[in-house]
């Protein structure tokens, strides 16, 4: 079955230090990949996309991912922590055959020690 | 130029009762998403339309829930006989793209609370 994963719930980092979110997903072929990051309060805002081409995407504040065919994962890292980036982050998938809808998985929330 | 809009943004509703949740889109985006985010957990499917076609339901979790979105644009989201499992934020995205498959990005709408007691 088509699925998305984010092993890791809660993370708790640093200020200043590096970040990598984890997210796998099962599914036959490439899909489109996206992170997404919900702040208390706010909607979904895009992070950053990946359809094809280059498997190392920048994003908006500072955030890239690198898509691993091989490991069917698409892990999302930020070198330096900043405090306003804690928040709920959540991988979601288009798995093509299915139309254009987004199927997420669970989020990890991060927390910012200063 | 404005985002997607939701309303109310909290809705408090007794069980039995029946909730409507509005959402206006991007002007001119083709695509339009409803999406049930639980406490806790990452947003599931509800329902998408293209224009005023509702081309994939298959997320509705009862025939208590219905959506339309007449005129190709504004949608609603009508939950009839609200049950406590109800409870949720309920997301609106749009798309500007139509064609299936496309991953044309979603822009997310801020949600609307819902709490049945």
């Known amino acids: 079955a088509q699925s998305v994963t984010q092993p890791d719930i809660h993370i708790t980092v640093s200020e200043g230090a590096s970040l990598e979110l984890r997210c796998n997903y099962s599914y036959g072929a490439t899909p489109y990949l996206f992170w997404y990051v919900q702040s208390p309060g706010q909607g979904l805002q895009l992070l950053l996309k990946?359809?094809?081409?280059?498997?190392l995407v920048q994003g908006i504040k500072g955030f890239e991912a690198e898509f691993k065919r091989s490991q069917s994962s698409f892990n999302l890292r930020k070198p330096s922590v900043h405090w306003s980036d804690a928040a709920e982050y959540f991988c979601a998938v288009v798995f093509k055959a299915a139309g254009n809808k987004l199927t997420f998985g669970g989020g990890t929330r991060v927390l910012v020690k200063p | 130029g404005a985002g997607v809009s939701q309303s109310p943004r909290y809705k408090v509703a007794k069980r039995g009762q029946d909730v409507a949740l509005r959402c206006d889109p991007i002007?001119?985006?083709?695509?339009l998403f409803w999406y049930q985010q639980a406490l806790g957990q990452g947003p599931e499917f509800l329902t998408y339309f293209q224009n005023e076609a509702q081309l994939d339901k298959s997320g509705l979790p009862s025939d208590r829930f219905f959506a339309e979105r007449p005129e190709g644009s504004v949608s609603t989201l009508k939950i009839q006989r609200t049950q406590q499992e109800d409870s949720a934020v309920y997301l609106c995205?749009?798309?500007?793209?139509?064609?299936?498959?496309?991953?044309?990005?979603?822009?997310f709408g801020p949600g609307t609370r819902l709490t049945v007691l």
């Open positions: 995205a749009s798309s500007l793209s139509g064609t299936s498959g496309s991953g044309g990005e979603q822009f």
């Open positions: 990946y359809f094809s081409g280059d498997t």
């Open positions: 002007s001119g985006h083709v695509s």
